[in-house]
T-cell receptor
């Protein structure tokens, strides 16, 4: 149980284009979803927290107009990187938790590798 | 932000050896989780510890939560090449759902 999927697993795009990444909880209702980014050989950095049906809360230094997060249902959250640039190239990982879960455990997706040319 | 310091940052050992990874903070955490991450994949939850002094075992892995809930350790007995990966500790503060991650320990176990 508690499986989270991400799509696509990797994407290559040209500078200036927008890219959408989907995060789905497959066997549970995710009341809260989180988006992280990870640079090579570094740890995960939280970008934003989203609750179903409400606006995402962004961490300091994360541009909300650049990284658009939508959590329209209890099983789907999307991250759209708008006007992507090479410095946005990274590994993006989502996670999800559910109300009443054991100490708010988060279950992670497999990640999406974004390369901006 | 509550910081978690992990040590060592890198560890290269031979199969069969034992090792310990540490996760320390000056802050108290309501719970602390250990993850293992392989290259190109998302982190996989290994264990959650919640009680000060708690010890949990997962086959050859032993996890301990400090009495004051500020630190934790992961001990691996008789390491195997399949244990290779990035080990991350992460803690929940009392105030919220967000996880604070340590920088990770990159473990390489060679045959």
């Amino acid at each position: 149980g508690a499986v989270v999927s991400q799509h696509p697993s990797w994407v290559i795009c040209k500078s200036g284009t927008s890219v959408k990444i989907e995060c789905r909880s497959l066997d549970f209702q995710a009341t809260t979803m989180f988006w992280y980014r990870q640079f090579p050989k570094q740890s995960l950095m939280l970008m934003a927290t989203s609750n179903e049906g409400s606006k995402a809360t962004y961490e300091q230094g994360v541009e909300k107009d650049k990284f658009l997060i939508n959590h329209a249902s209890l099983t789907l959250s999307t991250l759209t990187v708008t006007s992507a640039h090479p410095e946005d190239s990274s590994f993006y990982i989502c996670s999800a938790s559910y109300a009443g879960g054991y100490y708010n455990e988060q279950f992670f997706g497999p990640g999406t590798r974004l390369t901006v040319l | 932000t509550q910081l978690l310091e992990q040590s060592p940052q890198f560890l290269s050992i031979q199969e069969g050896e034992n090792l310990t990874v540490y996760c320390n903070s000056s802050s108290v955490f309501s719970s602390l989780q250990w993850y293992r991450q392989e290259p190109g994949e998302g982190p996989v939850l290994l264990v959650t510890v919640v009680t000060g002094g708690e010890v949990k075992k997962l086959k050859r892995l032993t996890f301990q939560f400090g009495d004051a809930r500020k630190d934790s350790s992961l001990h691996i007995t008789a390491a195997q090449p399949g244990d290779t990966g990035l080990y991350l500790c992460a803690g929940h503060s009392n105030s919220g759902y967000a996880l604070n991650f340590g920088k990770g320990t990159s473990l390489l176990v060679t045959p």
